[in-house]
């Protein structure tokens, strides 16, 4: 990170070792993911907006943000917006995450 | 009613160094930098707004802007002939007079 950058996501014109450019087939959690953004950020229910979705994922901080890949920042990201809404209660979560390592 | 763009195409501008906002689309290796207007895109909500929950209205203006490698990264002699195009919104460039000069 340079040091006028904006937040561990503005990388741009920074040093770093080459990049891995290897296309890679998504696994189905991340594809997931990728619907439920969409479904919730659709016409139809405008739960989430693009610009507030990049700064959640800007805001997870710069631990989290390099620790994650990609579609796990989106994770966290809409994990906190949809607690951030009233959509889903940290609780619900919990529970939910236990119900289903319980199975 | 959107204002007239007040940039127009092959107009020089220098990327302004604003206050950090909240959410931006404006990278910070561009701070400061000089580009060349490659066209205007038009207008959108603006996005700073949009993220923190604003309406985002009135819609504001989207140029690409064309910046030179030789004046983004010092640091590559590779990376001096390429170009960089970067979508950026009418209140983050102000005219580089710069160039009336000479």
């Known amino acids: 990170m340079s040091s006028s950058a904006i937040g561990p996501h503005d990388l741009a014109g920074t040093l770093t070792d080459s990049i891995n450019t290897k296309e890679r087939k998504l696994d189905l959690w991340e594809k997931r993911i990728d619907a439920i953004y969409k479904l919730l950020s659709d016409d139809k229910r405008s739960h989430i907006n693009i610009h507030e979705f990049r700064y959640a994922i800007e805001s997870l901080g710069a631990e989290a943000y390099t620790n994650h890949n990609y579609y796990e920042r989106w994770t966290l990201a809409l994990r906190n917006l949809l607690i951030d809404k009233n959509i889903l209660s940290e609780l619900e979560i919990t529970q939910k995450v236990q119900e289903i390592e319980d199975r | ?102």
């Open chain 2, 1 to 102: 009613m959107n204002a007239r763009p007040k940039f127009n195409k092959g107009d020089r501008v220098i990327v302004r160094m604003l206050s950090p906002q909240p959410h931006t689309r404006t990278p910070a290796y561009l701070h400061g930098k000089p580009g060349v207007i490659e066209r205007f895109c038009g207008a959108f909500e603006n996005p700073e707004e949009r993220a923190i929950g604003k309406s985002g209205f009135p819609l504001i203006l989207l140029y690409r802007v064309r910046f030179f490698g030789s004046v983004l990264f010092s640091i590559n002699k590779t990376c001096e002939a390429d170009i960089v195009e970067v979508e950026i919104y009418e209140h983050w460039l102000q005219g580089d007079n710069s160039y009336a000069k000479t």
